[in-house]
C-alpha cells in the first residue's frame, strides 16, 4: 500500500515539474552570437531576480553528492530532455579524494611535528602545492554559497568541482608515487594502476548511458527514464508512456 502510495506521489511530481516550472518543450536555434550575448544579458541582470522555492533548486550540502540536477528542456512528444547532471563516478570520486587529500595532509603534518619526513622536499612541496591551489581554489568557490540567502542551483557548484576534479587527478596521482617510490610496493602499484584503467572505464559508460540527458536527441521510453533515475532525488521528467 505503502509502495502505491509511493509511485501516486511521484507520478503527480512529474506532471508538477513540466508546468510548475515552465520547461521549454521546443527546441531554440540561436546563432553562435546570439548564444554569447543572451549568455552574458542573463549573467549580468537576470540573475538578480532570485526565484524563490524552485523545484530545481538546491542547497550546498548537496552539492558534493549530486542528489539534484536541473531540468533545462523536455520534448513535447517525448520523455527526451535536457537534464544537468554530472558523470556520477567522477563525482563521488572527486568527493572521496577531497576526503583522502586532507586526510593525508593531517597524517603528514603530525609526521613531520614528530620529525618523521615520509617524502623528501620536493614531494612534499608539490603536495603542499595541490593544497594551496586546488583545495584552497575549491573551498573559495564553495564555502561561500553557505552564507547567499538566495536560490541556488548544481550549476552554482560547478566552479568548485573544476578544482575538485583537479584535485581528484593530482591526489591519484600522489597516491601512485607514494605506493611506487616511498613504499616500494611495485605489485601493488601495478594493482592500483589496473584499478584507474577500470575506473576510466566505469566513467565511459557512465557517460555513455547519461549522454542522452545531455543532448536530448533521444527518445526515452518511461522505463528508460525510470532505469537512469540511480536517486530518488533526481527528479527526470516522464509525461509521456
Known amino acids: ?22 520547461i521549454p518543450t521546443t527546441p531554440t536555434k540561436l546563432s553562435f552570437w546570439e548564444k554569447f550575448f543572451e549568455l552574458h544579458y542573463k549573467m549580468m541582470f537576470v540573475s538578480t531576480d532570485s526565484v524563490q522555492n524552485h523545484m530545481y533548486s538546491s542547497e550546498p550540502l548537496e552539492w558534493p553528492l549530486m542528489s539534484r540536477g536541473i531540468a533545462y528542456w523536455v520534448s513535447s512528444s517525448s520523455n527526451a530532455q535536457i537534464h544537468l547532471l554530472g558523470n556520477v ?3 563521488y570520486s572527486a568527493t572521496v579524494c577531497l576526503f583522502c587529500y586532507c586526510c593525508l595532509l593531517v597524517f603528514y603534518l603530525l609526521r613531520r611535528r614528530r620529525l618523521c619526513y615520509d617524502l623528501d622536499e620536493t614531494n612534499w612541496n608539490q603536495f603542499q602545492l595541490i ?26 557548484y ?25 613504499l616500494k610496493l611495485r605489485s601493488v602499484a601495478c594493482f592500483f594502476i589496473l ?16 549522454s542522452v540527458l545531455s543532448y536530448g536527441t533521444t527518445v526515452l521510453s518511461t522505463n528508460d527514464v525510470i532505469n537512469l533515475r540511480w536517486k530518488d532525488t533526481w527528479d527526470f521528467i516522464v509525461h509521456k508512456n
Open 158 to 182: 560547478l566552479p568548485a568541482f573544476a578544482f575538485k576534479t583537479l584535485l581528484l587527478a593530482a591526489t591519484l596521482e600522489h597516491l601512485y608515487m607514494v605506493l611506487n617510490n616511498v
Open 1 to 22: 500500500m505503502a509502495g502505491l502510495v509511493l509511485a501516486d506521489d511521484q507520478k503527480e511530481r512529474e506532471r508538477d515539474l513540466v508546468t510548475a516550472e515552465m
Open 89 to 91: 563516478i567522477i563525482w
Open 195 to 210: 584499478a584507474c584503467l577500470v575506473w576510466l572505464a566505469a566513467i565511459i559508460v557512465v557517460f555513455t548511458k547519461f
Open 131 to 156: 593544497g594551496e591551489v586546488f583545495l584552497a581554489g575549491y573551498l573559495f568557490h564553495y564555502l561561500p554559497y553557505f552564507f547567499i540567502e538566495r536560490t541556488l542551483f548544481l550549476h552554482h
